[in-house]
């Protein structure tokens, strides 16, 4: 199961993770706090500020479907008013879907959202507090929905010192790169993951990566004529995105699993 903010942020992560994990057969829900409807708007024939919401979320079944999902579920809050929203109901909400599901591994942000967006750090403490929430058996079992303890709990992550050589790669050509753009809200050298702490690489083969370029082409309106996924060619593409990575977290895990791993399932 994911648990992000808005559509995209699971397409943009691990969708090549995800590919692999239904062509094994393994059963992936996606959860989505928000519809992204304040959003950019890449070309205006795609949408309105009114109906941006329901063409995103048209957008993300769309790319789940690219990689093989089909069980997406959004818990209808509001894009970029996640930190406002009643605590423990959004709690009691994501409790519910993780009861009903039952996953043996959960992927979420880190908590510094990967750079700063306030929606991306309030579900990361949405999740984990739902996480041990469900895990709780004095929790009561609405609608019959049994506590359920998850096996593995990891954070996307980007590479900080990549980050840092990307930023230096960009300078040299004239160009600027600050991930997140005006939704960051942390300095640059505080966004991303240190290297030492990411645990997991999985190295996509040619299925998982053509299936994820074909689920990040699903979010139209948000990607721009001039942007990466655009311009640059497949190769190119796949040299820079064609690993995705992560943290495992070992205090909602079920147990200490021997890192460095290449496979989210490994020691299940």
Known sequence: MTIFAHPDDETFGLAGTLRRATSAGRAVAVVCATRGEAGQIADPSLATQETLGAV????????????????VRFLDYHDGRLPEVDHEEAVEKITRHIRAFRPDVVVTFPANGGYGHVDHIAIHHLTLDALRAAADPARSHENGLAP???????????????????????????????????????????????????????????????????????????????GPWITLAPEALRAFLGVEAFQLVPELSDRQYTAPEEDLFAGL
């Not at 995103?56 to 069980?71: I, Y």
């Open 148 to 226: 359920h303890r998850i096996r593995k709990l990891y954070f996307v992550a980007f590479s900080r010192e990549r980050m840092v050589k990307m930023q230096e790669e960009a300078a040299r050509e004239g160009r600027d790169y600050r991930p997140g753009g005006d939704a960051a809200t942390i300095p640059f050298e505080e966004m991303g993951v240190p290297e030492a702490e990411i645990t997991t690489r999985i190295i996509l083969s040619d299925d998982e990566f053509g299936a994820k370029l074909r689920a990040v082409h699903s979010h139209r309106t948000q990607l721009r004529a001039d």
């Open 56 to 71: 995103r979320e048209r957008e993300l079944r769309k790319a789940m479907e690219q990689v093989g999902v089909r069980d």
